[in-house]
């Protein structure tokens, strides 16, 4: 093969006839019946029009002689007038030659693609249709323009793709051909139809099985899609379904929250020991009306935020949140031995903590009291459309007690809880000797002082830093890039420094509204 010579598509049938000998067609009871050649079978002009709407005729100069009927639908009737040149109207697309008489006889066998080179006819009816509408001062409305606005860049010139036949006169050629369209869409974008095809066109079966393919196609791809979108669904649900599970166990305890998941009733459970703490901001009365109640929302917010952290640190439980006042619990729902130790712990550590938020009032560290109390205790969920862990009890009430009767700055202690918390733990208490407490009469009450197990910096997880008392009670030991060696070792030194004297507290102190549950 000669380099660059060209190959063209072409298809040659070769018809070979097979005799059948008498035997047969006695067997088959069969005869062979005998036509006459004398005879032509003729096909009228119109006829032939007709049944190869899409063909054309031309002579040794290319020019047209006759025309399938469809052509007059695509092509301006002026162009298809006899004795137009053929290139004037199309343009080869495939094969790449000239459009001549002798190249059309030289690849009679190859596939002919062409392609017309005029505006198409759709196109112009619209066109003239809107200028016509446009002189009579009447505009389209928005239905005419969805079926005759139909930009010239969207219609396609149409192709006819088919064969080269050389007539047995010799000196003309016939074009048999058919539009080059394989789906719906390319059909629509001619202005075609179905019915312009001929019967015997192979295209139209080809249209129908590409637009079956393409309907396959576009129907997997859209399970496709919906498969996506129902796995990102499913991806959304799970992650909001943890935000609900986490948001329900920072309401209720894990264990109860899984059984109300479960659908499960939740019965009310006696617990014969756990330790209550209440804490509150004994100046919270005195700071409410000079502020702005942004900054008392900020306030709290930032206090109880730093006690939430403590209380998992300690493996503690936070019942709520009423005003000021913070309730936790030890032992509830979990039952541990160390309860009362746990929340002693936890005690030493929101004190410390709060005194690196600021007042907003002195801007001097914030103080807070609290007491705790060891008893008995009755607990269970509250409440159907908002349930609510509540505790029930004698113990709380004590609990509550000791807070409200407790000085600025101090964690008051019940003797049992005193007497609990030793039992597990190592710490040191400060006798406050007997204290009438309200509805109680005289009880036997204790400071907590200090823990002999754990340093301050080990309950509340933080790095010694800088030692001076404006900077410590404000918060800025807590920063590890500081000389740790300006502290004390255990912290406890750095406690006392807040304490408020007894006297000087029952004169500044007002009680704030405290959470009670008997």
């Not at 918390?421 to 000797?433: D, L, M, N, V, Y």
Request: glycine letters at 6%; proline letters at 4%.
């Amino acid at each position: 093969m000669a380099t660059g010579e060209r190959i063209e598509e072409h298809v040659i049938f070769l018809i070979k006839t097979q005799n059948t000998d008498q035997s047969n067609e006695d067997a088959l009871g069969t005869a062979l019946v005998q036509h006459s050649n004398n005879y032509k079978i003729r096909l009228t002009h119109m006829d032939f029009v007709s049944t190869f709407p899409y063909h054309m005729v031309v002579d040794q100069d290319c020019k047209l002689v006759q025309v399938g009927k469809e052509l007059y639908n695509h092509i301006p009737k002026d162009l298809l007038a006899v004795g137009t040149p053929l290139m004037r109207i199309f343009e080869v697309t495939r094969p790449k030659i000239p459009l001549d008489f002798d190249s059309i006889c030289n690849f009679i066998n190859a596939v002919f693609v062409l392609q017309v080179k005029t505006t198409p006819m759709e196109f112009q009816r619209n066109a003239n249709k809107r200028a016509n509408q446009t002189i009579e001062g009447h505009e389209l409305t928005t239905d005419d323009n969805a079926g005759a606005m139909v930009p010239l860049s969207q219609s396609q010139h149409l192709k006819l793709k088919g064969q080269m036949m050389l007539m047995s006169s010799g000196g003309h050629i016939m074009y048999l051909c058919s539009p080059y369209v394989t789906s719906i869409p390319e059909l629509l974008q001619y202005g075609l139809r179905l019915t312009a095809m001929s019967l015997h066109d192979a295209t139209r079966d080809l249209i129908l099985l590409n637009q079956q393919r393409l309907s396959d196609v576009e129907m997997n791809l859209q399970l496709e899609a919906n498969n996506e979108q129902l796995e990102n669904m499913a991806r959304d649900l799970e992650v909001e379904k943890g935000k609900t599970d986490a948001l329900l166990r920072e309401m209720l305890p894990a264990s109860v929250a899984q059984q109300l998941k479960q659908g499960l009733s939740v019965d009310a459970r006696e617990y014969e020991e756990a330790t209550v703490m209440f804490t509150d901001v004994p100046t919270f009365q005195q700071i409410v009306p000079l502020c702005q109640p942004r900054d008392i929302v900020h306030l709290l917010n930032e206090l109880f935020t730093k006690f939430d952290r403590l209380i998992g640190i300690q493996k503690a439980y936070k019942v709520e949140t009423v005003g000021d006042s913070y309730m936790s619990v030890g032992g509830i729902p979990d039952t541990v031995e160390d309860h009362c130790e746990v929340i002693c712990h936890l005690a030493l550590g929101m004190v410390m903590e709060a005194r690196t938020v600021c007042d907003p009032i002195t801007s001097t560290p914030l103080h807070i009291r609290a007491g705790i109390h060891s008893g008995p205790v009755v607990a269970g969920v509250v409440g159907a459309k908002m349930p609510r862990y509540c505790l029930f009890g004698d113990t709380v009430n004590t609990a509550s007690r000791m807070e409200s009767h407790s000085p600025i700055g101090r964690i008051h202690c019940s003797e049992n809880a005193k007497n609990c918390a030793e039992s597990t733990g190592r710490f040191e208490f400060e006798p406050r000797g007997k204290v009438q407490i309200k509805g109680k009469g005289e009880m036997n009450t204790y400071f907590l002082l200090r823990s002999y197990k754990r340093s301050i910096w080990e309950i509340i997880d933080r790095k010694r830093g800088k030692r001076g008392v404006s900077e410590i009670l404000i918060g800025a030991f807590i920063h590890s890039d500081l000389d740790e060696n300006c502290n004390s070792i255990d912290g406890y030194f750095e406690l006392r420094e807040g304490y408020v004297d007894d006297a000087v507290s029952k004169v500044s102190q007002t009680n704030s509204k405290t959470c009670v549950i008997c």
